[in-house]
């Protein structure tokens, strides 16, 4: 018999239990704040049609270069989605006559064949959050005070960026960019960030975009200053840019909402559908460098889909798994197990599994030893577990009508009767 050589894709990684408790606790925080904004779920499934994802207003070329693209048996050309927005917009496009604004957050794996490094995966967790149905900067303001929120609530300290694709579009032909050189453009740019200037300058003129051109794009941005500083230099260079009234707009909104942002002239992002504002977020104090939340407007993926025009839409992506990177970075929390409580049978195993079943129809979180184990062996792996109580349940307790609760952390023992055993748990036990 050959051995199996056991290993995980490229790109993939397991989740012990303990990691995967952290992480559900980071998708139970975002999704408190999803609804307290009034943002319900919906779930698509995990992959779709090829057409749809490679749609002229989906994704763009870029990504499709990514995706993990199969045939199902009856020969139809499938793959797994690689984003949670273009799934999102189908089902729009496929329930026309949903009551809008249609407000919805969605939690789910999405799928890219990238290049792998660190906190980069090719399965990955995001968390979207979108508004469908309105035009103004209204919806953008509250779904990046919603953003800001977020990181907030999970103890983060974070540099929001925005800019507008309107604004970049106008200041680009500005500076001698022909229309239909726009998008290949803003795909060098978007990689400012992380190769920086040289390697945009060189794309640039690799696709063949003129010296005066590529000169004029770099000094575009290189605008330094506050944001007012930055939106009066450009209002000089553009007499008339609805991008630029859009991002005065979404300014001013985020600062009555008290949501610091930075107006960044660069910033473009990747995919193609996007039509105005777009959001990137930053940990500040973190080893995870790229950003772990983006996002913006794109106003012409549901229309296209219903063969009409712009249809309004925009919203944010939040990257769990980047996001779990930075959260066990600054705060380990060692948790390894959801039990709460451990219950030990002395002689007592039927008596013990009518506690466990009542301590559970209290909301208590128990485990109990299905093996007969003696009690020093089923200490030490409540121990190795971090189970916060061991409950020892004994003939002489029962016949007092009282169970004995030990407390891992401080050694200490107590006799409880049943009900001060619910009240005590209920206090103590998160």
Do not use: H, W
């Amino acid at each position: 018999m050959i051995k199996m050589t056991l290993q995980l894709p490229k790109g993939t990684r397991d989740l012990r239990p303990e990691e995967a408790i952290v992480k559900n606790k980071i998708v139970a925080t975002l999704k408190n704040v999803f609804e307290m904004y009034g943002y319900n779920p919906l779930e698509t499934p995990a992959f779709e049609r090829y057409d749809i994802l490679a749609s002229k207003y989906a994704g763009g070329a870029e990504i499709l270069k990514e995706t993990f693209k199969f045939e199902d048996q009856g020969k139809r050309e499938l793959c797994l989605r690689y984003d949670l927005t273009v799934p999102m917009c189908r089902f729009v496009g496929m329930n026309p006559n949903i009551k809008l604004p249609f407000k919805r957050y969605a939690i789910g794996e999405v799928f890219r064949d990238g290049p792998v490094e660190k906190a980069r995966y090719r399965q990955f967790t995001q968390c979207d959050v979108d508004i469908v149905g309105i035009t103004g900067m209204t919806a953008d303001a509250e779904i990046i005070t919603l953003t800001s929120r977020a990181f907030k609530k999970l103890g983060f300290d974070v540099l929001i960026k925005v800019n507008n694709r309107k604004l970049l579009n106008d200041l680009l032909l500005n500076s001698g960019v022909k229309k239909g050189k726009l998008e290949t453009v803003l795909l060098s740019i978007d990689k400012l960030e992380k190769f920086g200037l040289e390697t945009v300058k060189k794309e640039l003129k690799q696709k063949k975009i003129d010296n005066k051109a590529v000169n004029n794009i770099i000094k575009i941005i290189n605008i330094k200053g506050t944001n007012n500083d930055k939106i009066n230099k450009i209002k000089k260079l553009l007499k008339d840019s609805e991008g630029v009234d859009e991002v005065i707009e979404l300014i001013s909104l985020l600062k009555i909402l008290n949501v610091n942002a930075e107006f960044d002239i660069s910033l473009a992002r990747g995919l193609t559908y996007y039509t105005g504002t777009v959001t990137e977020v930053y940990l500040k104090n973190s080893k995870v460098k790229t950003s772990v939340c983006a996002g913006g407007r794109y106003d012409k993926i549901i229309g296209s889909f219903l063969g009409r025009g712009d249809y309004p839409a925009v919203g944010i992506s939040f990257g769990l798994d980047r996001i779990y990177d930075a959260y066990v970075e600054k705060s380990e929390t060692g948790q390894k197990t959801v039990t709460r409580v451990y219950i030990i049978p002395i002689n007592t195993f039927k008596e013990s599994l009518k506690i466990a079943e009542e301590l559970r129809n209290e909301n208590v979180n128990v485990d109990i030893d299905l093996t007969g184990k003696g009690p020093s062996k089923n200490l030490q792996y409540a121990n190795s577990l971090g189970i916060p109580y061991v409950l020892f349940v004994g003939k002489e307790e029962l016949k007092q009508g009282k169970v004995k609760l030990k407390d891992m952390n401080s050694g200490k023992e107590k006799l409880m009767s049943a009900e001060d055993l619910v009240v005590f748990l209920q206090k103590n036990v998160d």
